[in-house]
């Protein structure tokens, strides 16, 4: 199957006004029969497409089409104006055609159930609650954060550090931002804005976030004698 088709089934399928009448799957066992539903959507493509993705055993396009299924299936309860609205301002944006943006975007996803969250973001930026740029931003978080993260962000509604690793890993990402730098303490970590965005939009997790201004530095100037420090300025 060429790329540019499927680009074209996603492009159709977010537009399509008949979305609405399927729902969201529910523990992701049958998505093949979904699937089937939603292809069955586009009168020029569906049965012919569906009979083809039974004959074919690629991975990678059977794994594309399970988690495309889980994320627009979540998007059936979007009025089919929005979802207009929407394609269109991604594809503005970016400045390419939404079905290959989209695409892309759910592909690269690592962990079916990231599908839902993309899904959350989407439909926050339908609604107005992110703006476009933001859409574009959390996705690529999502793309870098390991599933199993996720449910480590509350843990940085405050000043946080892990000796496990996900601190540095998410604050790569750009989910966390520096609080402290303490020479004796080690560094601590809380959520940046958009980390926060990411809570409260993609995971649907709302907490609030006790962020000051600046970075705290404590400890260094203890070590540094009047004389050095004078000389920093000479």
Same mark, same amino acid.
Not at 53 to 67: A, P, S
Not at 77 to 98: G, I, N, P, W, Y
Not at 110 to 118: H, Q, T, V, Y
């Given at each position: 199957?060429?790329?540019?088709?499927?680009?074209?089934?996603?492009?159709?399928?977010?537009?399509?006004?008949?979305?609405?009448?399927?729902?969201?799957?529910?523990?992701?066992?049958?998505?093949?029969?979904? =699937?089937?539903?939603? *292809?069955?959507? /586009? !009168? &020029? @493509?569906?049965? +012919? %497409?569906?009979?083809?993705?039974? $004959?074919?055993?690629?991975?990678?396009?059977?794994?594309?089409?399970?988690?495309?299924?889980?994320?627009?299936?979540?998007?059936?309860?979007?009025?089919?104006?929005?979802?207009?609205?929407?394609?269109?301002?991604?594809?503005?944006?970016?400045?390419?055609?939404?079905?290959?943006?989209?695409?892309?975007?759910?592909?690269?996803?690592?962990?079916?159930?990231?599908?839902?969250?993309?899904?959350?973001?989407?439909?926050?930026?339908?609604?107005?609650?992110?703006?476009?740029?933001?859409?574009?931003? =959390?996705?690529?978080? *999502?793309?870098? /954060? !390991? &599933? @199993?993260?996720? +449910? %480590?962000?509350?843990?940085?509604? $405050?000043?946080?550090?892990?000796?496990?690793?996900?601190?540095?890993?998410?604050?790569?990402?750009?989910?966390?931002?520096?609080?402290?730098?303490?020479?004796?303490?080690?560094?601590?970590?809380?959520?940046?804005?958009?980390?926060?965005?990411?809570?409260?939009?993609?995971?649907?997790?709302?907490?609030?976030?006790?962020?000051?201004?600046?970075?705290?530095?404590?400890?260094?100037?203890?070590?540094?004698?009047?004389?050095?420090?004078?000389?920093?300025?000479?």
């Amino acid at each position: 199957m060429e790329v540019e088709n499927i680009s074209d089934v996603v492009s159709e399928l977010i537009v399509n006004p008949e979305l609405s009448k399927l729902s969201p799957l529910k523990g992701k066992v049958f998505w093949k029969n979904q =699937l089937k539903a939603a *292809l069955n959507l /586009i !009168p &020029y @493509v569906g049965g +012919a %497409l569906s009979q083809e993705l039974q $004959n074919y055993e690629d991975y990678k396009l059977n794994e594309f089409f399970r988690k495309f299924t889980s994320f627009i299936l979540e998007l059936s309860d979007v009025s089919v104006e929005d979802r207009v609205t929407f394609s269109e301002e991604v594809q503005k944006k970016a400045e390419d055609l939404s079905g290959n943006v989209i695409l892309g975007m759910v592909d690269r996803l690592d962990n079916i159930n990231k599908e839902k969250i993309l899904a959350n973001l989407t439909k926050a930026r339908i609604h107005g609650f992110i703006s476009i740029e933001d859409f574009f931003r =959390l996705s690529t978080m *999502l793309e870098r /954060i !390991p &599933y @199993v993260d996720m +449910a %480590l962000l509350p843990r940085y509604k $405050n000043p946080y550090y892990d000796e496990s690793g996900d601190s540095e890993l998410l604050y790569a990402t750009g989910a966390l931002m520096l609080a402290s730098i303490d020479e004796k303490e080690g560094n601590k970590y809380i959520l940046s804005i958009l980390g926060e965005k990411m809570m409260t939009w993609g995971t649907q997790n709302s907490i609030e976030v006790k962020r000051s201004s600046g970075t705290q530095v404590q400890g260094f100037l203890e070590s540094i004698s009047e004389e050095e420090f004078n000389s920093i300025f000479d």
